[in-house]
């Protein structure tokens, strides 16, 4: 059985925001857990150096990082950034 939830958090701020001051994002890095995404963290590109972002939420749990590499040299783009979560009642 599927339980929907409204989304937690706030609206605007800049709790976010790694500037924009880059070409273009490289790669993704998503950590989860039993608990649902702990963090997620940006690579960037800039004049040909990759600059790594902060870390936007819990970093000293245990998880499983999954990294997504975006080949900007190939055209790929990051549009968007979804999450769906399913929590099982035993």
Known sequence: MALN???????????????????????LHVRGGREGIQFIKFEYVKAGETTVGLIHGVSDRC????????????????????????????
């Not at 958090?9 to 790669?27: A, L, P």
């Not at 999954?66 to 009642?89: C, D, P, W, Y």
């Open 63 to 90: 998880g499983l990082t999954q990294t997504f590499e975006i080949n900007h040299l190939e055209k790929e783009h990051l549009i968007s950034v979804g999450v769906t979560a399913m929590n099982r009642l035993v």
């Open 5 to 27: 939830v409204e989304a937690k958090g706030g609206n605007g701020g800049k709790q976010w925001d790694d500037g924009f001051n880059y070409e273009c994002v490289t790669k």
